[in-house]
């Protein structure tokens, strides 16, 4: 009875069940009465704050809503993200995609994909060799061909997980934008359910303010909208890994921090970490957490005997551990060994038995772009564009070719916040949040480490795999960042907040472009419709500088060397127009006429009795030139305020240079002084509105 009164924090009621003998010299004060206080004070209390964290949790509050909010239309977005990205979103039909393709093998007892490599690819000297397997390599790229079978080296769990059960239910063929869309939704959506339990346990007292920004920055700085711009199988995998380490890291949390304890909870947790790495081969990393988590269980729980020890480390380690180990035999069974996945047999753009892989010079330019190669602004719609161009400031083997990459804390950089964590968190958070802390940045670089020797060139996509395990220290430590002065309370939370919105602009900015920018190609008019509603941003910043920026250039040949110096194109190394134009925009603070000065250069010889002409297109019309040999020309053009068009085209009046291939060649365009130079190298046709 005691018992029961205590643990329901009822004091007064443990009073007035304890005996109360007399005491001598009439002093009724109990003993038992004082017993019953302390016993209160040491026992009660806790049960009390147990109770009070779990309403807590299970109560809705407003940050709840906010965190809901910012759920449903950060859902929205990654939804419309994939529709607009031009890729195939209809069901059924007949597999189209790989892992379609590797659905079907299973359904027929094979772990290869039913596609026959061509006998002519089987019969040349290397079909490894980029040389030899060019004319197959759109309809088999990055397969791996083993002993006359096609094999994916993407990991099994999108099929077992989703294409599968789809097929089995009679819907047909599961496409890539659809499952990426399923996967990366409810990956978010554990993402967000982790998070409200860990502020409920460790940032209880966080303003919702700042709970709401480190829900948007888990939203849009975790590199997921990147990838939803381009659903291939790449971002597939990516994404399907990202999902089930979400739904993993919350059911570990939710079954076995913060004092609570659920079995099913943690035996669905391991197998999910389990099935991520059955997405990602690097996840494996992510299942070693389960060590740790084991460890610090059994020291808070402290099972008395062999059988509670065991039954703990079955259901901590057993299913991710029985994962890992279907793994290793998918892998044996395919390819004859445990660790092969098959990057040693891909058909890719580089011969698989020259381009070394896990090699240690790929590590410092592999951790640059990962972790800091700056973004770069510029004044084009979406304004922000990633490395490289500019490259790695230091020396890369010759086989390192990098993708498009920024590094995460360029990206990100709440995540500054880790490097003053432990000072911030050391008085403010429990132990067992520090420790967390620690395995989950140490785990985070650790996959960095390895997906940096791992592949000869890094990749945007690969920072899905490790973005969340910084954004959670990183995130719940400026929630609990709360200096005594006031001063310094407010600069923290301001800063904080600026720069999640900074990292939310920047994940808005590169899940507009992707890697290739389709939405251009795809969707014209919604580009065109959110340039219109951007265009004061960039309008702005002209004004301020005071002269015009040439902010995109477009041709049939061109390469460009970008700098961070520039809010523009950079400098343009090399351009080809003629009836193919030149297209190019450019941003001006005001109405006026400008220099645009270009280095100029007729490819091949002039025929004689022959004669070229430049035309150039602004905002006042159409101005024709002749071309005189001279390797220098200043343009005069009309610009509006704001955005304008330009368009450079090249023809020529011998019939030979009218239909033929007539090509300019240029370099060095700048748009500048507001006044035409006084030896100007232009000599003026005729010209036309």
């Known amino acids: 009875m005691l018992q029961a009164a205590l643990e329901s924090g009822g004091a007064k009621l443990a009073r007035d069940t304890l005996p109360r003998p007399p005491t001598p010299g009439g002093n009724t004060t109990p003993t038992c009465r004082v017993k019953a206080e302390t016993?209160?004070?040491?026992?009660?209390?806790?049960?009390?704050?147990?109770?009070?964290?779990?309403?807590?949790?299970?109560?809705?509050?407003?940050?709840?809503?906010?965190?809901?909010?910012?759920?449903?239309?950060?859902?929205?977005?990654?939804?419309?993200?994939?529709?607009?990205?031009?890729?195939?979103?209809?069901?059924?039909g007949d597999p189209v995609d790989y892992y379609a393709a590797l659905t079907t093998g299973f359904l027929h007892g094979h772990l290869s994909i039913p596609m026959l490599p061509p006998k002519a690819l089987l019969a040349t000297p290397d079909p490894y060799s980029p040389v030899y397997n060019a004319p197959w390599r759109s309809q088999i790229e990055d397969l791996a061909l083993?002993?006359?079978?096609?094999?994916?080296?993407?990991?099994?769990?999108?099929?077992?997980?989703?294409?599968?059960?789809?097929?089995?239910?009679?819907?047909?063929?599961?496409?890539?934008?659809?499952?990426?869309?399923?996967?990366?939704?409810?990956?978010?959506?554990?993402?967000?359910?982790?998070?409200?339990?860990?502020?409920?346990?460790?940032?209880?007292?966080?303003?919702?303010?700042?709970?709401?920004?480190?829900?948007?920055?888990?939203?849009?700085?975790?590199?997921?909208?990147?990838?939803?711009?381009?659903?291939?199988?790449?971002?597939l995998a990516v994404g399907c890994g990202y999902c089930f380490l979400m739904i993993g890291f919350y059911l570990l949390a939710s079954g076995g921090l913060g004092g609570r304890h659920s079995f099913p909870r943690l035996a669905l947790g391991s197998l999910s970490l389990g099935l991520a790495a059955g997405a990602r081969w690097d996840l494996l990393l992510a299942v070693l957490l389960l060590g740790p988590l084991f460890l610090w269980l059994v020291r808070r729980e402290r099972p008395a005997g062999v059988a509670p020890f065991a039954k703990l480390a079955a259901v901590v380690l057993g299913p991710g551990a029985f994962v890992v180990l279907v793994l290793l035999a998918y892998n044996y069974a395919r390819f004859g060994r445990l660790l092969e996945v098959g990057t040693t047999y891909q058909l890719a753009g580089h011969d698989p038995a020259t381009t070394p892989y896990y090699l240690i010079g790929y590590l410092a330019p592999s951790s640059f772009y990962y972790l800091l190669a700056p973004v770069r602004w510029t004044l084009a719609f979406p304004f922000v564009v990633l490395p490289p161009p500019p490259n790695y400031p230091g020396g890369v083997p010759p086989s390192y070719y990098p993708e498009s990459i920024g590094g995460i804390l360029s990206t990100t950089p709440l995540l500054l916040t880790l490097f003053v964590a432990p000072i911030v968190t050391r008085r403010r958070l429990p132990r067992e949040w520090q420790w967390i802390t620690v395995a989950l940045v140490a785990d985070a670089l650790v996959i960095v480490g390895l997906l940096a020797i791992g592949i000869p060139g890094g990749s945007m996509r690969y920072e899905v795999d490790f973005a969340p395990l910084l954004l959670f220290p990183a995130i719940v430590a400026w929630l609990v960042w709360?200096?005594?002065?006031?001063?310094?309370?407010?600069?923290?939370?301001?800063?904080?907040?600026?720069?999640?919105?900074?990292?939310?602009?920047?994940?808005?900015?590169?899940?507009?472009?992707?890697?290739?920018?389709?939405?251009?190609?795809?969707?014209?008019?919604?580009?065109?419709?959110?340039?219109?509603?951007?265009?004061?941003?960039?309008?702005?910043?002209?004004?301020?500088?005071?002269?015009?920026?040439?902010?995109?250039?477009?041709?049939?040949?061109?390469?460009?060397?970008?700098?961070?110096?520039?809010l523009g194109i950079g400098h343009v190394v090399y351009a080809e127009f003629g009836s193919e134009p030149l297209v190019m925009s450019a941003r001006s603070p005001d109405n006026g006429t400008w220099t645009l000065s270009i280095a100029l250069q007729f490819i091949g010889a002039v025929?004689?009795?022959?004669?070229?002409?430049?035309?150039?297109?602004?905002?006042?019309?159409?101005?024709?030139?002749?071309?005189?040999?001279?390797?220098?020309?200043?343009?005069?053009?009309?610009?509006?305020?704001?955005?304008?068009?330009?368009?450079?085209?090249?023809?020529?009046?011998?019939?030979?240079?009218?239909?033929?291939?007539?090509?300019?060649?240029?370099?060095?365009?700048?748009?500048?002084a507001p006044e035409i130079s006084p030896t100007v190298n232009t000599n003026p046709g005729s010209s036309g509105g």
């Not at 919105?501 to 900015?509: D, F, Q, T, W």
């Not at 450079?648 to 748009?671: E, F, K, M, Y």
Request: aromatic share 10%; hydrophobic share 45%.
């Open 146 to 235: 083993y002993h006359g079978h096609f094999y994916l080296d993407w990991g099994p769990t999108p099929v077992v997980t989703l294409y599968l059960p789809w097929r089995l239910l009679g819907l047909g063929s599961m496409t890539e934008s659809w499952a990426l869309g399923i996967y990366s939704v409810v990956g978010l959506g554990f993402c967000l359910l982790l998070y409200r339990s860990l502020v409920a346990t460790y940032a209880p007292r966080a303003r919702t303010s700042r709970i709401a920004l480190g829900a948007v920055a888990l939203a849009l700085s975790n590199v997921v909208p990147f990838i939803d711009r381009t659903p291939d199988i790449y971002e």
């Open 39 to 92: 016993m209160s004070v040491a026992t009660v209390k806790p049960f009390a704050r147990v109770s009070r964290q779990r309403a807590a949790r299970h109560r809705i509050t407003a940050r709840d809503l906010w965190i809901a909010g910012i759920f449903a239309a950060a859902a929205l977005f990654y939804v419309w993200t994939i529709a607009s990205s031009g890729a195939r979103t209809q069901f059924g």
């Open 482 to 566: 709360e200096p005594q002065r006031r001063f310094l309370r407010r600069a923290a939370g301001f800063t904080g907040a600026v720069l999640v919105l900074y990292g939310a602009i920047v994940g808005l900015g590169i899940s507009i472009t992707g890697y290739r920018s389709q939405i251009f190609h795809t969707d014209a008019g919604q580009v065109s419709a959110l340039q219109q509603i951007t265009d004061p941003i960039p309008n702005l910043v002209t004004r301020v500088l005071g002269h015009p920026v040439l902010d995109s250039i477009s041709a049939s040949h061109l390469v460009l060397a970008p700098t961070y110096r520039s």
């Open 607 to 672: 025929p004689p009795h022959s004669s070229v002409h430049i035309a150039v297109t602004d905002s006042a019309g159409t101005h024709v030139y002749n071309y005189t040999g001279f390797l220098s020309y200043d343009f005069p053009v009309a610009l509006r305020q704001g955005r304008n068009g330009l368009t450079i085209r090249g023809w020529g009046t011998a019939p030979g240079l009218r239909h033929a291939a007539l090509v300019l060649q240029c370099s060095d365009i700048t748009l500048g």
